[in-house]
Antibody
Framework: EVQLVQSGAEVKKPGESLRISCKGS????????INWVCQMPGKGLEWMGRIDPSDSYTNYSPSFQGHVTISADKSIGTAHLQWSSLKASDTAMYYC???????????????WGQGTMVTVSS | QSALTQPASVSGSPGQSITISCTGTSSDVGSYNLVSWYQQHPGKAPKVMIY???KRPSGVSNRFSGSKSGNTASLTISGLQAEDEADYYCCSYAGSRTFYVVFGGGTKLTVL
């Protein structure tokens, strides 16, 4: 079964650093881009950026460029989303997602992780 | 890039049909046939219901259909069922020089 499995919930203080992960299984990890999507409590979805696991090439939303870093380690089939200095406004659910539908564009996200809840509070 | 515009809520009775609109601009919805729709139940990850405006992934009921006219895309659900009650999000490709997608604000569907 093709799936993305994310790391567990995190509680952090403002200013702390954090890295969350998304591990692919059931397929060749380098086959599909890994996207990150955030959802603030009670709010909608927002695309943050993506990475090509084969060469670690990234695209970022202008809204998140410079505030988060997306990386991948293809040797262990895992992508990461990291912050160097968290803010309270980073409190959200973070999903990784990929598009595996044959012949579809990279924007049709049919595989989703279960989500990682990040809470930033002093 | 602003989020796509969706109605905050829609409702319908079992068996009826409803349509959710998604309005963008000539830079996103109007320029690309790359509109997708996601269903999200409370506490769950989103699930793609429609991609490339009107295509259904394998396993998605044919009660779900999509269309587009100009800068507005639409999701229609026919034969409403209780399990269709969820939040629905549209999403459009919006990149010009680089990959970028934008989501709508979401629509809460209530099955009366």
């Amino acid at each position: 079964e093709v799936q993305l499995v994310q790391s567990g919930a995190e509680v952090k203080k403002p200013g702390e650093s954090l890295r969350i992960s998304c591990k692919g299984s059931g397929y060749r990890f380098t086959s599909y881009w890994i996207n990150w999507v955030c959802q603030m409590p009670g709010k909608g979805l927002e695309w943050m950026g993506r990475i090509d696991p084969s060469d670690s090439y990234t695209n970022y939303s202008p809204s998140f460029q410079g505030h988060v870093t997306i990386s991948a380690d293809k040797s262990i089939g895992t992508a990461h989303l990291q912050w160097s200095s968290l803010k309270a406004s980073d409190t959200a659910m973070y999903y990784c997602a990929s598009s595996s539908i044959p012949a579809a564009g990279d924007d049709a996200f049919d595989i989703w992780g279960q989500g990682t809840m990040v809470t930033v509070s002093s | 890039q602003s989020a796509l515009t969706q109605p905050a809520s829609v409702s319908g009775s079992p068996g009826q049909s409803i349509t959710i609109s998604c309005t963008g601009t000539s830079s996103d919805v109007g320029s690309y046939n790359l509109v997708s729709w996601y269903q999200q139940h409370p506490g769950k990850a989103p699930k793609v219901m429609i991609y490339e405006v009107s295509k259904r992934p394998s396993g998605v009921s044919n009660r779900f259909s999509g269309s587009k006219s100009g800068n507005t895309a639409s999701l229609t659900i026919s034969g409403l069922q209780a399990e269709d009650e969820a939040d629905y999000y549209c999403c459009s490709y919006a990149g010009s020089r680089t990959f970028y997608v934008v989501f709508g604000g979401g629509t809460k569907l209530t099955v009366l």
